[in-house]
């Protein structure tokens, strides 16, 4: 994320949680959470200390969206398609 930031010119911000600020993080969390599991709470984790994190810093609206896992990474299904506005 880093690498592309900058080589769009957009400034990024990053973070290192500590365990005790997952902890607290995961207090907050886990309450509005309709079913707790592990992928649920470690996606959770990721967006809401993302969204603390902006408050903080005084971001007052966010835009999110899947899709990360594409731009940076991608899948072994992509490498394959035939078609690739099918996925």
Do not use: W
Not at 39 to 49: D, E, H, N, R, Y
């Amino acid at each position: 994320a880093i690498s592309a930031a900058s080589l769009l010119h957009i400034p990024v911000h990053t973070s290192v949680q500590d365990l005790a600020g997952a902890e607290h993080v995961l207090q907050l969390l886990v309450p509005a959470l309709a079913d707790v599991n592990v992928i649920k709470a470690g996606v959770g984790l990721t967006m809401l200390s993302a969204c603390l994190a902006a408050r903080n810093d005084g971001v007052r609206v966010l835009f999110s969206g899947l899709g990360s896992e594409e731009l940076f990474a991608g899948y072994s299904r992509h490498q394959v398609a035939t078609d690739t506005n099918r996925d």
